[in-house]
């Protein structure tokens, strides 16, 4: 406290001490905090890619599963491997890979704020009026950003901006005291990322089936009861021939 302040509030006390009436005069700070929030989606894609292979007859020689996406080299060593153990069956013709089942499934979600910023704003302040006996509050409060940005209204209004403030030290304005507080008003603002993770998992079935090469069916020689049908005729015309 300066020597002067000092001095006032000594002779304030005087005053007071006497029953004369004196002025006193307090400081206090609105203070408003208010967040902006700047929305992040993260996605996260896991992947269970699922081979199998079955032989001619629907029966599985092949059945392994990778967490991996199916364009993955390591998938597609394994479409190797499936293939190999089909034409270790004999199998000659194979299908696939084809899909046969696909599944999308959100596996989990979370958000984390991140502090990235603040600012501090300062706004007109306002002196109250109050003559004693009165109680208020002087010092520090915690108050709605419209008691700190909000237009002063004229006149004894602008006790309504200390409306939804708490905090604050109580004080004891006096008898023959007339109390000046100035509120200064200060808005904090926050700036922050909203980061929300949200991780997907994507399952897929692949299929190789062996085909049943078969063995070509040989074609039947016309039987002989055919042959003479087909030739008679023939023999027919060949022998009117002679005769004339």
Do not use: H, W
Request: with cysteine.
């Amino acid at each position: 406290m300066s020597t002067l302040r000092f001095l006032a509030a000594l002779f304030s006390c005087s005053l007071a001490a006497l029953g004369a009436p004196f002025d006193s005069f307090k400081d206090s700070n609105l203070l408003a905090i208010q967040t902006v929030n700047n929305p992040v989606t993260v996605t996260l894609n896991l992947f269970s890619t699922q081979l199998i292979a079955k032989g001619p007859g629907g029966q599985v020689v092949f059945d392994q599963t990778l967490f991996s996406a199916f364009t993955d080299p390591s998938v597609q060593a394994l479409v190797t491997q499936a293939s190999q153990a089909l034409n270790g069956i004999g199998a000659t013709s194979i299908l696939g890979p084809s899909l046969i089942s696909s599944s999308v499934v959100l596996e989990g979600s979370s958000v984390v704020n991140t502090e990235t910023g603040r600012r501090t704003d300062q706004f007109l302040p306002f002196t109250i009026v109050t003559f004693g006996p009165e109680a208020i509050a002087i010092g520090e409060r915690q108050c709605p950003s419209s008691a700190v940005t909000s237009p002063v209204p004229s006149g004894n209004g602008a006790a309504a901006l200390l409306i939804g403030c708490t905090g604050g030290t109580p004080y004891l304005v006096g008898d023959n005291e007339t109390n000046f507080n100035t509120f200064r008003r200060t808005l904090a603002t926050i700036f922050q990322d909203v980061t929300t993770t949200e991780t997907f998992r994507t399952t897929e079935v692949y299929l190789l089936q062996a085909q049943d090469s078969g063995t070509p069916s040989a074609i039947p020689e016309p039987g002989t009861l055919g042959m003479l049908i087909v030739c008679l005729p023939v023999l027919a015309a060949l022998r009117s021939r002679r005769s004339k």
